[in-house]
């Protein structure tokens, strides 16, 4: 059984041991669906109502079992069933299904699950994930938290699905930090927001006194890194998220760029401006010493690690327009790896490396038109995943797998967050408050 405390990873304890001894070997239904980026048919599922415990753990359980459903839903690796065409209906979540029921409708795994609210209070979330053709169970567990964290207890045997049937780790349990924006477009306020991965749980971390930019998470731990403009020079800030406190990284005279983290998360990685050219810093968090990676008379900005830490993309327009160059993480030769063959006056802006390491994602002007797509480290096999006016601003899922960015239409309208997977299929609209820009993903919560 898990504790599912406060919603950060230190407090989330892992099992100490697993509820079903089928967990200890890969499924053969696992093996057969190994994930195609470029091929592949969403895998029908049937995702049984989670039995409630009590008379009052109903909308609780109604709750869990629809977010369970969205998030393997929008994923665009799974065919969820219509509830309508159950023959069998879950009563007890204790007895096995009958998979014959199951297997009619076509359904290659059935989840059950059982809400309990239990005598002190919290809520006891349990599920199993069945294989319909061999009639065993694939994966298994119980999660126990205050009820106000239902939705987490959710997002968790979201990715233990995912997981079980891909081969993959999942993405579920995450957040996104971004920039919501309200007001009219001249005069737009700017505030540092953030929010579960599927759009819920919306809060905002700063007033709006200030403007923000460029919020990145570490990939280690629940921190952010970002910019602010207020009335003096910017300033690259860090965010706990855990205790909401806040520090500067640095006042730096002139202008500061794109604040990254290492993949450690001992390190910020920017750009600074000096006179008309822009360089490459990175600033080590615990001896607050500055190293100098770029000095050339160009502008070099949008610094993103490899996940080793090995090597650095960036964005330079040092020959004549911004295209993208990967390099050395302690500097030196950097190499041009965009080179858009359909379009020599294409420019290339907002590189980030793939938490694979397979792929560095992008935006692409040119045409009249805004593209986001990925290229590999070496330059080969670029690939565009959506186009059309002013997309920008990538960020990957912590598993590699999906894309968020931002598309803003323009006019009296204002930007919007959306998903795509990388193999180009599923692009979605994220669901925010109100306009929504520059958003950065999390790492696994736990």
């Not at 049984?48 to 629809?66: A, E, K, L, M």
């Not at 009249?368 to 899922?397: C, M, V």
């Not at 960015?405 to 692009?427: M, V």
Request: with cysteine.
């Amino acid at each position: 059984m898990s504790n599912v405390g406060r919603i950060d990873r230190r407090s989330f304890m892992l099992a100490s041991g697993l509820t079903l001894a089928a967990l200890s070997q890969r499924s053969a239904l696992a093996q057969r669906l190994r994930v195609d980026p470029t091929e592949f048919q969403p895998i029908p599922i049937a995702i049984t109502n989670f039995v409630p415990g009590g008379p009052s753990d109903g909308d609780v359980s109604n709750g869990i079992t629809g977010v369970i459903t969205n998030n393997l839903k929008r994923s665009g690796l799974f065919a969820p069933i219509d509830p309508a065409a159950f023959i069998e209906q879950i009563n007890n979540f204790d007895k096995p299904p009958q998979f014959a029921n199951w297997k009619s409708l076509n359904a290659q795994a059935v989840v059950t699950g059982r809400a309990t609210r239990q005598s002190d209070g919290r809520l006891r979330g349990e599920f199993r994930l069945w294989d319909v053709g061999s009639g065993q169970p694939l994966a298994g567990q119980q999660y126990v938290t205050q009820p106000e964290f239902w939705r987490r207890i959710a997002h968790i045997i979201s990715d233990q699905i995912y997981e079980r049937m891909t081969g993959e780790k999942g993405y579920f349990d995450t957040r996104v930090v971004f920039v919501d924006e309200s007001g009219p477009s001249e005069r737009r306020v700017k505030k540092l927001a953030l929010m579960d991965q599927d759009g819920a749980n919306v809060r905002n971390l700063t007033r709006g006194a200030d403007l923000v930019l460029t919020p990145r998470f570490s990939p280690s731990t629940q921190e952010i890194t970002y910019m602010e403009f207020g009335q003096g020079d910017p300033r690259v800030y860090l965010y706990n998220i855990e205790t909401g406190q806040r520090e500067i990284v640095g006042n730096f005279p002139g202008m500061s760029f794109s604040p990254r983290f290492s993949p450690d998360g001992q390190r910020i990685i920017m750009s600074l401006q000096q006179g008309g050219n822009s360089n490459l810093f990175v600033m080590d968090l615990r001896s607050k010493s500055t190293t100098r990676l770029t000095d050339t008379p160009a502008i070099d900005t949008s610094p993103s690690y490899s996940p080793d830490g090995s090597q650095i993309c960036f964005e330079s327009d040092r020959g004549g327009k911004p295209q993208i160059y990967v390099m050395s993480a302690q500097g030196g030769q950097a190499q041009r790896i965009s080179f858009a063959r359909d379009d020599v006056n294409a420019s290339y802006s907002t590189p980030v490396w793939s938490p694979r390491g397979d792929y560095i994602a992008f935006t692409r002007q040119g045409g009249g038109q805004f593209a986001i797509g990925l290229i590999k480290p070496d330059g080969t096999g670029e690939r565009i995943l959506t186009s059309g006016f002013h997309n920008e601003g990538p960020t990957f899922a912590p598993n590699g797998r999906v894309v968020m960015f931002f598309r803003d239409p323009g006019g009296n309208s204002g930007p919007s967050l959306y998903t795509i997977d990388i193999s180009g299929r599923n692009e979605l609209k994220v669901p925010t408050p109100g306009f929504a820009s520059d958003p950065a993903w999390s790492p696994l919560l736990s």
